[in-house]
């Protein structure tokens, strides 16, 4: 079965700092590989996504994740946060029945003025 | 455009009250339809997936069901609530066929007391 671990459950920085927020994956399959996030009071919402071609993928508001199959991993990386970037993050692997798909546990990100 | 919509937003029950959470989706036709839970300290966990009316398959034993008695609707029930039962319920859509993404609604919090 698919399994996605998450490092970091909590993460403060401050404006202008860069972020990396690790996740990696464990299936068998094709990888589908996604990074979600939800701001405060909003839904949850498509970050960006890796189905297959460039492994460096980029997502909205300047986000970005690496695929490395080597390393099972899929990180998410920011050069420079803003406060709105204060949400919660989740990764994500596509695989379960009908493509459902299996969540790590989020990680909770504050970023301080 | 499409948009998906879930209610109540927030319930309370006691322990043993049935549950019926409502699911929408507008603007497709013939989606794949998904519930999944976050219960405290733990990430999304799929519930239920339906790739049509009537055809619903599970994921995970448990007290609840689904039902998918319209194209676009989808519902998930219990007969008599545990306290395990509280978390946070979302459900979500994707197209049919190839693309992996899936859309996700606003989410229902249920406290079972």
């Known amino acids: 079965a698919q399994s996605v671990s998450q490092h970091n459950h909590h993460v403060i920085l401050s404006e202008a700092a860069s972020l990396e927020l690790g996740c990696n994956y464990s299936?068998?399959?094709?990888?589908?590989l996604f990074w979600y996030v939800q701001y405060p009071g909003q839904h949850l919402q498509l970050l960006l996504k890796y189905f297959s071609g460039d492994p460096l993928v980029k997502g909205i508001k300047g986000f970005e994740a690496e695929f490395i199959k080597s390393k099972f991993s899929f990180n998410l990386r920011k050069p420079s946060v803003q406060w709105s970037d204060t949400a919660e993050y989740f990764c994500?692997?596509?695989?379960?029945?009908?493509?459902?798909?299996?969540f790590g546990k989020g990680t909770h990100l504050i970023i301080q003025p | 455009s499409q948009t998906i919509h879930q209610w109540p937003a927030t319930l309370v029950q006691p322990v043993g009250s049935p549950l019926s959470l409502e699911c929408t989706v507008e603007?497709?036709?013939?989606?794949?339809l998904y519930w999944y839970r976050q219960a405290a300290g733990r990430g999304l966990q799929l519930l239920f997936y339906s790739v049509g009316i009537g055809q619903i398959s599970s994921e995970v034993p448990q007290n609840l069901s689904a039902s998918r008695p319209q194209d676009r609707q989808f519902i998930l029930s219990s007969k008599k609530l545990l306290l395990s039962d509280s978390g946070f319920y979302l459900c979500?859509?994707?197209?049919?066929?190839?693309?992996?993404?899936?859309?996700f609604g606003p989410g229902t919090r249920l406290l079972v007391l």
């Open positions: 994500a692997v596509a695989g379960g029945g009908a493509d459902g798909l299996t």
């Open positions: 603007g497709t036709s013939n989606p794949n």
């Open positions: 299936y068998g399959g094709t990888v589908n």
């Open positions: 979500a859509w994707r197209e049919a066929g190839a693309t992996k993404t899936q859309y």
